[in-house]
């Protein structure tokens, strides 16, 4: 659960200062941005105790949580005023693991396919 939760804190630390940049061009191309208009952001996760973890309400650790780095909490404080949503996905419809798992020959050409819009 380690390396998923610290792979999700490090996706949030790419993807927050583009949702920034996004609401500063909307503002310079006249688009109207307010306090009331935000980005539907959405994050898919196939691990369990890293989406409890990262929902968990009020935030808190738990005993097999403990021991990781403070920094990779930070975005849980995020999560709320910044509208982002996590949500569940299945293993096998996980698109990043063709870059990270030996797979299937089956399993790959599904994946790509699902990459390429097919």
Known sequence: MEAEYIALSTACRSLL???DLLKELGGCLGLPVGPSSHLHIGIHEDNAGCL????MEP???TPR???YAVKYHWFRSQI???RIKLYKIDTAEQL???FTKGLTQ???EY???QIMGW
């Open 65 to 67: 949580s403990k021991h």
């Open 106 to 108: 089956t399993q790959f």
């Open 96 to 98: 990043g693991d063709i």
């Open 80 to 82: 709320g005023p910044r």
């Open 52 to 55: 409890i973890l990262g929902k």
């Open 17 to 19: 200062p583009v949702a």
């Open 111 to 113: 994946l790509r396919k």
């Open 59 to 61: 935030r808190r650790m």
